[in-house]
């Protein structure tokens, strides 16, 4: 059963923090999140920032809305919209650990290290056939999928840090990474690399 609509209902980095351990899934492929990061209007790294556009529309409607924007016309970016309608919302999923449909997987990324599958945002998109036609489709319903951990998962130590890839908004430390997962992107955050030690 996937994640309800009340899931994302809530602000924000507390959606992000709390996906960090679920599962993404499309098509038969499917990964845990271990990491990913949170934008809110409030502030200037949110494309909702501008306000209410054709482009950030989607942003704007209900929790538990597939945002899927292309990336420096390359890359189709998941991203989950969370908090009321009135409120421009969303966590970027940043990366999965995979645990099904591996073989597919690997054919659509041209890959064959499965921590190199979808460790970065662009790459768990192309990894699952994701692309814009997704875009303000429902997570509740489908086509993509996010379900809660899987029985008997042991909750993820969170790690925070600073978002990457963003020039604006740099000092909120709104990304968040399972400690121990070689699949977070890179650069890893501060002490990750210490967690896969013990590991």
């Given at each position: 059963?996937?994640l309800?609509?009340?899931?994302y209902?809530?602000p924000?980095v507390?959606?992000?923090?709390?996906?960090?351990?679920c599962?993404?899934?499309?098509?038969?492929?499917?990964g845990?999140i271990?990491?990913s990061e949170a934008?809110?209007h409030s502030e200037?790294?949110?494309h909702?920032y501008?306000?209410?556009?054709a482009?950030?529309?989607?942003?704007?409607?209900?929790?538990g809305t597939?945002?899927v924007?292309?990336s420096?016309?390359?890359h189709a970016?998941?991203n989950?919209v969370?908090?009321?309608?009135e409120?421009?919302?969303?966590?970027?999923i940043?990366?999965?650990?995979?645990?099904?449909g591996?073989?597919?997987?690997r054919e659509?990324r041209g890959?064959a290290?499965?921590v190199?599958l979808a460790n970065g945002p662009?790459?768990?998109?192309q990894?699952l056939?994701i692309?814009?036609?997704?875009n303000?489709s429902?997570?509740?319903?489908g086509p993509?999928?996010?379900h809660?951990?899987?029985d008997?998962?042991?909750?993820?130590?969170?790690?925070?840090?600073h978002?990457?890839?963003?020039?604006?908004?740099v000092?909120l430390?709104w990304?968040?990474?399972a400690a121990?997962?070689?699949?977070v992107?890179?650069p890893?955050?501060p002490?990750?690399r210490?967690t896969l030690?013990?590991?």
């Amino acid at each position: 059963m996937s994640l309800p609509a009340a899931f994302y209902d809530r602000p924000v980095v507390q959606v992000a923090r709390d996906l960090v351990g679920c599962v993404l899934e499309h098509e038969g492929c499917a990964g845990v999140i271990v990491e990913s990061e949170a934008y809110h209007h409030s502030e200037a790294a949110c494309h909702a920032y501008v306000g209410l556009t054709a482009r950030t529309s989607v942003l704007y409607r209900g929790p538990g809305t597939a945002y899927v924007y292309r990336s420096y016309g390359i890359h189709a970016l998941l991203n989950a919209v969370c908090e009321p309608e009135e409120v421009g919302a969303a966590v970027l999923i940043r990366a999965l650990e995979p645990i099904e449909g591996l073989d597919r997987m690997r054919e659509r990324r041209g890959v064959a290290r499965d921590v190199d599958l979808a460790n970065g945002p662009g790459k768990l998109t192309q990894a699952l056939g994701i692309d814009l036609e997704l875009n303000a489709s429902s997570l509740v319903e489908g086509p993509v999928l996010i379900h809660p951990p899987e029985d008997g998962a042991a909750p993820p130590v969170l790690l925070a840090g600073h978002r990457i890839g963003i020039t604006k908004a740099v000092e909120l430390p709104w990304r968040f990474c399972a400690a121990g997962s070689r699949h977070v992107s890179r650069p890893w955050p501060p002490g990750l690399r210490a967690t896969l030690a013990r590991g």
